[in-house]
């Protein structure tokens, strides 16, 4: 068997949690397990399919999900020996060139409570202590201590809890002093974030809904009763992985959250998420650009806005004009196929924007203004519609000749004309803006 023992040494920066960084390691190997205070992976199995042992060791620094914060690695034929080298590295020491026989004793976690009986016995080294009678050893120091001795030395069995990926995701974390405001739940939201970016990437998942909740410190405030919990929800249109988009979508949440009282506790847990198909990128440079892609941007307006400031037109299955299209919010219709009129030749003259209502446009003699005098380019395409639903005025069917044309001060525009017609009189012509070409 071959071990590895890894040990990232606390900092400022904020490391993932101990469960994080154990899936982390399972793309390297099944068995992983903490011991104390290093993740210890067994990897007799599968380290050629890393290129061997010196090839596996350079993934896993490449690979470092704590960066920049350095990972000490250290190796051993078994975990507790990994686990002695891992601990005189961390010292500056130098493992002894006999192993385990001459390792120091204190790197032994089963004998730190009898380093000082065992020193008064004259033994300092793992070696010493194993050549003592093996009965009065159990008998004096209890069975552990035997029994990681014979363990060191292979003559006996290691037990370890090994890691699992859950299904779904969902840690807590406690925050190091009461939250009061936006800003410092985001600050520990961060360590959160990068956990959930490990089991994605581990489960091959993009994450489609989250939720953010803390717990209130205070049962009361100002003679109002409180909830335990506050909590938000942050969703995105397609699955991603990028952590840097949920993160600011979680930060514009949170900014428009006011929290009731002081928070101590923070969890987060996904709502739904689908398998991830991966990023697919062109040869070419110019498919790569660079900045955020639209949907991200939609959603982060949404976020800071509300879902009502941000809206997109969806083109509606009915043959008149004012009914081709609604305004909803973005986030609603994103991602849904929404019914639309059967293609005609007649389609390739609308607009992209239609205005709700029809604006009435002022005359020049006989010609219509909008910003100046318009010209007419092509029509008309004269339209009858409305006849079961009523859009004209007292209910009338609509009866309209359609021009595309251009405006000096605002490029094409659609106009129409109203006809006369059995259900209207003969009198002054009027004209109506209903739509802008981009």
């Not at 982390?24 to 890393?50: G, N």
């Not at 939720?211 to 009763?225: C, I, P, S």
């Not at 919010?329 to 003259?349: E, H, M, N, Q, Y």
Request: with cysteine; net charge neutral; proline share 8%.
């Amino acid at each position: 068997m071959h071990w590895i023992a890894l040990r990232w040494q606390p900092e400022e920066v904020q490391l993932p949690s101990h469960e994080a960084l154990g899936w982390w390691a399972l793309q390297f190997t099944p068995r992983v397990a903490w011991v104390d205070e290093a993740l210890l992976l067994e990897v007799s199995a599968c380290e050629r399919l890393w290129g061997g042992r010196l090839g596996l060791m350079r993934q896993i620094a490449s690979l470092n999900p704590a960066a920049p914060v350095r990972v000490q690695q250290a190796q051993g034929a078994t975990s507790l020996v990994a686990l002695a080298r891992l601990r005189m590295f961390a010292r500056g020491q130098q493992p002894p060139a006999d192993l385990p026989a001459d390792l120091p004793l204190d790197t032994l976690s089963a004998a730190h409570a009898h380093l000082d009986v065992l020193a008064h016995l004259g033994c300092r080294t793992w070696g010493e202590v194993a050549a003592l009678p093996r009965g009065g050893l159990t008998r004096r120091f209890g069975k552990e201590l035997r029994a990681a001795l014979d363990a060191a030395w292979g003559l006996g069995p290691e037990s370890h809890r090994w890691l699992t990926l859950p299904d779904v995701f969902e840690q807590k974390l406690e925050l190091p002093a009461l939250a009061e405001g936006a800003s410092e739940l985001m600050w520990s939201a961060n360590r959160l974030l990068a956990a959930l970016s490990i089991w994605l990437r581990a489960r091959q998942r993009g994450a489609v809904s989250l939720e953010l909740q803390w717990t209130l410190d205070l049962k009361r405030f100002n003679g109002v009763d409180l909830p335990p919990h506050q909590q938000i929800v942050v969703r995105t249109a397609e699955p991603t992985q990028d952590m840097a988009h949920l993160r600011r979508l979680m930060a514009e949440k949170l900014a428009l959250t006011t929290l009731a009282a002081p928070a101590s506790w923070l969890r987060l847990r996904t709502l739904d998420t689908t398998p991830w198909a991966g990023a697919s990128t062109s040869f070419l440079p110019e498919d790569n650009r660079k900045g955020d892609k639209l949907h991200e941007l939609v959603e982060r307006l949404s976020a800071r806005l509300g879902p009502q400031q941000v809206l997109r037109a969806v083109a509606q299955a009915d043959h008149r004009p004012e009914r081709r299209q609604s305004w909803q919010p973005a986030l609603r219709t994103a991602g849904k196929a929404v019914a639309a009129p059967a293609p005609s030749p007649a389609d390739a003259i609308y607009p992209a924007w239609l205005l709700p209502e029809p604006l009435l446009l002022e005359m020049d003699g006989e010609r219509p203004c909008w910003r100046g005098p318009l010209r007419k380019l092509i029509g008309p395409q004269r339209v009858e519609a409305g006849w079961w639903g009523g859009v004209g005025e007292g209910g009338h069917p609509a009866v309209r000749d359609y021009y595309v044309a251009e405006s000096p001060g605002a490029g094409l525009v659609w106009i129409f004309r109203e006809r006369p017609t059995a259900c209207f009189s003969e009198g002054e012509v009027r004209w109506y803006l209903q739509g802008l070409y981009a």
